[in-house]
């Protein structure tokens, strides 16, 4: 995965004034950060208030960064620092508990996630994945073929035109309507 | 009209616009709500699919942060160095060129065996063509455009050429324009 483009674009309005852009980058990665912190820090609502930190230390660092390295890489060190300050500042504050940074990397982020969520927010969670997952199966073939080509193995619309035999435009419109498929289904999940 | 809109963002999404389209995505993604809001469930439909969907992530998370950020002021990023980084390679290459150029000047001055220059004196700055008994070289087209004519030296011509080289001395950097001159001569029987 290289650099974006559009996040390159969004973190230049932001870097030029505009804090809108910076809500365009959280809702692009609040879940895979909150799922990067959420290895280190346990706790689900403590993992919240990390990544919540790691977002605005990224917000107030921006103004030095110079797009050498991706956005999202320069995001994840971000987030990554600011989890393991957070635990070493919780076992300075509590002696009794040993944390050893080194140690919480190595926990793998599924386990933990789900030995610490709470029965509620795996529900919603769960629901969410349940409903994306049959609004895929439901999908035509050559809609669902873009779709997950995409989204599960990362592949340009160029490679999957090339793969699926046909017009970048028609890669293009099969996503769109893949999506707009599975979104229909999440609308009706009613989220908020 | 408004779903190929909304394809666009699609594409956008998937970082596969560029140049002037994402930025007027861009424009109209930040300033509309619910362009926002259907950015927001492309990437979390991209997450759910991944599996890496966080517990209990709502609109709230978003907004904390937002919130937060009202109380900050905005950034202004320090002016970029790239320009200048691009820029170097330029006024390398330029002063290289002129090197290149004043170094060629001075050798062929030294194969033609003129490394010393007259000193200019009030008798040689204004001279006519008579004076200098220049006789002019005309040109005529070869029949073989790539046949070279051997260069056809004057005794005068290098203590003229010495004289150039002075007065641009004196004269001050003005590129190549001092060792450029123009003349005319009336033809015979003009």
């Given at each position: 995965?290289?650099?974006?483009?559009?996040?390159?674009?969004?973190?230049?309005?932001?870097?030029?004034?505009?804090?809108?852009?910076?809500?365009?980058?959280?809702?692009?990665?609040?879940?895979?950060?909150?799922?990067?912190?959420?290895?280190?820090?346990?706790?689900?609502?403590?993992?919240?208030?990390?990544?919540?930190?790691?977002?605005?230390?990224?917000?107030?660092?921006?103004?030095?960064?110079?797009?050498?390295?991706?956005?999202?890489?320069?995001?994840?060190?971000?987030?990554?620092?600011?989890?393991?300050?957070?635990?070493?500042?919780?076992?300075?504050?509590?002696?009794?508990?040993?944390?050893?940074?080194?140690?919480?990397?190595?926990?793998?982020?599924?386990?933990?996630?789900?030995?610490?969520?709470?029965?509620?927010?795996?529900?919603?969670?769960?629901?969410?994945?349940?409903?994306v997952q049959?609004a895929v199966?439901?999908l035509?073939?050559?809609l669902r073929t873009a779709i997950i080509l995409r989204e599960l193995e990362g592949m340009s619309y160029?490679?999957i035109?090339?793969?699926?035999?046909?017009?970048?435009?028609?890669?293009?419109?099969r996503i769109?309507?893949a999506r707009?498929?599975i979104?229909?289904?999440?609308?009706?999940?009613?989220?908020? | 009209?408004?779903?190929?809109?909304?394809?666009?963002?699609s594409?956008?999404a998937d970082d596969?616009?560029?140049?002037?389209?994402?930025?007027?995505?861009?424009?109209?993604?930040?300033?509309?709500?619910?362009?926002?809001?259907?950015?927001?469930?492309y990437h979390l439909i991209g997450d759910a699919m991944r599996g890496h969907?966080?517990?209990?992530?709502?609109?709230?998370?978003?907004?904390?942060?937002?919130?937060?950020?009202?109380?900050?002021?905005?950034?202004?990023?320090?002016?970029?160095?790239?320009?200048?980084?691009?820029?170097?390679?330029?006024?390398?290459?330029?002063?290289?060129?002129?090197?290149?150029?004043?170094?060629?000047?001075?050798?062929?001055?030294?194969?033609?065996?003129?490394?010393?220059?007259?000193?200019?004196?009030?008798?040689?700055?204004?001279?006519?063509?008579?004076?200098?008994?220049?006789?002019?070289?005309?040109?005529?087209?070869?029949?073989?455009?790539?046949?070279?004519?051997?260069?056809?030296?004057?005794?005068?011509?290098?203590?003229?050429?010495?004289?150039?080289?002075?007065?641009?001395?004196?004269?001050?950097?003005?590129?190549?324009?001092?060792?450029?001159?123009?003349?005319?001569?009336?033809?015979?029987?003009?």
């Open positions: 995965m290289g650099k974006s483009v559009t996040d390159e674009e969004l973190v230049r309005r932001v870097q030029a004034g505009d804090k809108a852009a910076f809500n365009a980058l959280v809702l692009k990665y609040q879940h895979k950060i909150v799922n990067l912190v959420s290895r280190y820090v346990h706790d689900p609502a403590l993992s919240f208030d990390v990544a919540q930190e790691a977002f605005i230390k990224a917000y107030r660092g921006l103004h030095n960064f110079r797009g050498e390295s991706a956005f999202y890489t320069w995001l994840y060190r971000i987030a990554i620092n600011t989890a393991k300050n957070h635990i070493v500042s919780e076992s300075r504050r509590n002696p009794d508990i040993s944390i050893d940074a080194q140690d919480a990397e190595q926990i793998g982020g599924e386990s933990a996630l789900k030995e610490y969520a709470t029965p509620e927010a795996e529900l919603l969670s769960s629901e969410i994945q349940a409903t049959k199966e439901s035509p073939d050559d160029e490679e035109a090339q793969a699926m035999n046909c017009p970048i435009g028609t890669v293009r419109s769109f309507r707009e498929a979104d229909k289904s999440l609308k009706a999940l009613n989220m908020d | 009209m408004n779903v190929s809109k909304n394809e666009r963002f594409a956008m596969e616009t560029q140049g002037f389209e994402l930025r007027r995505l861009s424009d109209e993604l930040l300033q509309t709500p619910e362009d926002l809001q259907r950015w927001e469930r969907l966080a517990p209990q992530l709502d609109q709230h998370f978003a907004q904390g942060i937002m919130a937060q950020l009202e109380q900050e002021p905005s950034i202004q990023a320090a002016p970029q160095r790239s320009r200048l980084r691009h820029a170097k390679p330029v006024l390398g290459f330029g002063m290289a060129a002129a090197v290149a150029v004043a170094v060629l000047v001075g050798l062929q001055n030294l194969v033609d065996g003129q490394n010393t220059y007259p000193v200019l004196g009030p008798g040689m700055a204004v001279q006519t063509p008579e004076q200098q008994n220049i006789v002019p070289v005309f040109m005529t087209a070869s029949p073989n455009p790539f046949e070279v004519s051997p260069p056809v030296f004057h005794p005068n011509d290098a203590r003229f050429n010495a004289y150039i080289i002075n007065h641009a001395e004196h004269a001050g950097g003005r590129g190549i324009m001092p060792y450029v001159r123009v003349v005319g001569y009336a033809q015979p029987g003009e």
